[in-house]
């Protein structure tokens, strides 16, 4: 991913949480090199030995027949995204353009059948999407219906080697104009561009405390 310096973000904590808050990757493998994309849920675990991202996919989904243990794959979480106008900003020339946050994680799947290894991944899937709910789902089943789902699915796991954050939120820019983008997307009816208002806020807030540090 192109990264410029003013976007590029290392913290890990920060990275993560995007992870977390925006778990429904794009999962990306060339097979036969021609990449095959499979977007899916993904959980992040935090290991002595390095962060590891657990999914699952179908079985009839061809994609995990590429996760050989030597092939790389790409997962693409989307974070917060808006359009931004130049007429919101205080100086000009400017130009339209688009501000969002993305994080890419790389690492080589490994495959997962046991069927308890996989039981235990959809328990903690459905524990992380339900317990948000006002009136979760007990994910009680008939034990043959469970069985016969648990086998339909291919569980598997990715070690993360490499991780990329871009934050493009116009840093760029003068911090004016930061602020008037920040203060119109906050405004917006869409909560995903009151998202990426929040995340615009957090960056300056965390540029400020770095600029004092120094």
Sequence with gaps: MYVPAPFRVEDMTCLSAIIEACSFATLVTAADEVPFATHVPLLLEQRTDGPVLLGHVARANPHWRAFDGARQSLAIFHGPHAYVSPSWYANHPSVPTWNYIAVHAYGVPRVREDESWVAQLLDRLVTKYESPLPEPWSGDLPDEFRRKMIR???????AVERIEGKFKLGQNKPVEDQERVAEVLGAAEDPTSRALAAQSRAMMR?????????
């Design 206 to 214: 965390r540029r400020d405390r770095d600029d004092r540090g120094a």
């Design 152 to 158: 339909a699915v291919v569980g598997f796991e990715i």
